[in-house]
């Protein structure tokens, strides 16, 4: 076995060598499983070379000093602009989601922001080491490009350190606290997920979403997250106070058999909004990488049911499309 990528003492999250999430249904799955989920794959609509997705290319100020600013990338790329600060997650601008440049998960949409249309980034915030959120190529361009600093969860330094020289990186565990300058600060709150790159590393580095606490209030992002009891989620509010605005996942959910202990659907997006309390929710994790078997504007129309279903204005949780800017004063 690869040597892992953490060396600490065990936990209630940690076995001292693997991460895992605590009361949770495991998220391991098998290679019978995996063939099970190919071969009764069922496609549930298409997905467009080019889909109607986009909603324009942004062009995002140089910084925001009053508000908040968050513009969609795409996936669970985001740029957030508060306190001065541009704080990129989980950055992707690479066309294919894969350890290889040809094969793989291949983008439906382009860039919210074109890379060279970015203001200087400050910080990159990466929930976890999987393909669509941890990309190696779009780091070493903000590497030579911005020189941002990391935050990432534990084990994911010695993932990132071996392709790009120089990157400062800086890890935590969940609950850890993380000055990011301009009265700002992020931290590492559980999720319900799993990490690899390859084979035989499942679950050696952790995963995590950010709570920032900043001046104009507080931003949750919840990374990659199955909903599980739902405790995480009210612990956001209890612990932090409803945020103001919150970026919750709502695509990549069928088949649930396979899906639901590591990707929320629609409709436990929306309990995820409840349990917070936030003001604002706005849908991520949808429509750019075709990942699993729903159909590319299934997220969208599936949280506006659940919405109505729960009685909650549609204005409320926003599925936010490529290039999109929601923006609070």
Do not use: C
């Not at 799955?29 to 070379?49: F, I, M």
């Not at 600060?185 to 920032?212: C, E, I, K, Q, T």
């Amino acid at each position: 076995m690869p040597r892992p990528y953490h060396q600490g003492a065990p936990s209630d999250h940690f076995d001292g060598t693997r991460f895992f999430n605590p009361g949770h249904p495991s998220t391991d799955k098998t290679p019978k499983d995996l063939l099970r989920w190919r071969r009764s794959r069922e496609v549930r609509g298409v997905w467009p070379a080019q889909p109607p997705l986009a909603a324009g290319t942004d062009t995002p100020p140089a910084q925001v000093a009053d508000g908040i600013r968050i513009t969609m990338v795409g996936h669970a790329s985001l740029l957030i602009q508060v306190a001065g600060l541009n704080i990129l997650t989980d950055p992707v601008w690479s066309e294919r989601v894969s350890p290889l440049p040809f094969l793989g998960p291949k983008r439906h949409n382009p860039p919210g922001i074109a890379f060279d249309a970015l203001p200087r980034i400050d910080w990159v915030l990466l929930s976890h080491n999987h393909y669509d959120h941890l990309d190696m190529a779009t780091l070493a361009r903000l590497r030579r490009a911005h020189a941002p600093r990391v935050l990432t969860p534990l084990g994911n330094d010695a993932v990132i350190r071996r392709r790009i020289a120089g990157m400062d990186v800086t890890t935590g565990d969940w609950g850890e606290r993380f000055d990011l300058g301009a009265e700002v600060s992020a931290v590492l709150h559980p999720a319900n997920h799993w990490s690899a790159r390859w084979l035989s590393d499942r679950r050696f580095a952790l995963w995590a979403g950010f709570v920032l606490l900043t001046p104009q209030g507080i931003i949750y992002f919840a990374g990659d997250t199955g909903y599980g009891s739902g405790d995480i989620f009210r612990a956001v509010r209890r612990d932090f106070g409803a945020p103001r605005v919150a970026l919750i996942p709502i695509g990549a959910y069928e088949p649930r058999w396979f899906m639901a202990a590591q990707h929320t659907n629609p409709e436990e997006a929306v309990r995820i909004l409840e349990d917070t309390g936030a003001a604002q929710g706005l849908g991520i994790h949808w429509g750019t990488f075709r990942l699993t078997d729903e159909a590319q504007d299934a997220p969208k129309l599936a949280l506006a049911e659940a919405l109505e279903a729960s009685a909650i204005p549609p204005a409320r949780f926003l599925p936010l499309h490529p290039g999109e800017v929601w923006q609070a004063r």
